[in-house]
């Protein structure tokens, strides 16, 4: 089954930038959906943004659009987020989800995800 790997996550200031990563394993990723959640202490897990491996095509929450940005590295079997402008409120510990779908695109929620990674933890402080 897919294995999936968050890294990246850290402490940074506010305006700062982090560059998330989800590595995938065993499995070959030919249609599949990866997407980034976050969920913050008493919080629910929400959605940050979405790609989809067959089109590129992507969806990006309204709370994160203009400062975040996922991209889906094919060599490498990688998807990313690029986490620019980052503020207080982005504080949460980072998820990477997965689906197999052949159909469907971008966005995806929580109870669409197949597999999901540990997690990586951001904090966003002065």
């Known amino acids: 089954q897919l294995q999936l790997a968050e890294s990246g996550g850290g402490l940074v200031q506010p305006g700062g930038s982090l560059r998330l990563a989800c590595a995938t394993s065993g499995v070959a990723i030919d249609y599949w959906i990866f997407a980034w959640f976050r969920q913050a202490p008493g919080k629910s897990r929400e959605a940050v943004a979405c790609?989809?491996?067959?089109?590129?095509?992507?969806d990006v929450a309204d709370s994160v659009k203009g400062r975040f940005t996922i991209s889906w590295d094919n060599a490498k079997s990688t998807a990313y987020l690029q986490m620019n402008n980052l503020k207080p409120e982005d504080t949460a510990v980072y998820y990477c989800g997965s689906e197999s779908n052949y159909v469907d695109s971008c966005p995806r929620g929580v109870r669409d995800m197949d597999y999901w990674g540990r997690g990586t933890s951001v904090t966003v402080s002065p």
């Open positions: 790609i989809s491996t067959a089109d590129r095509s992507t």
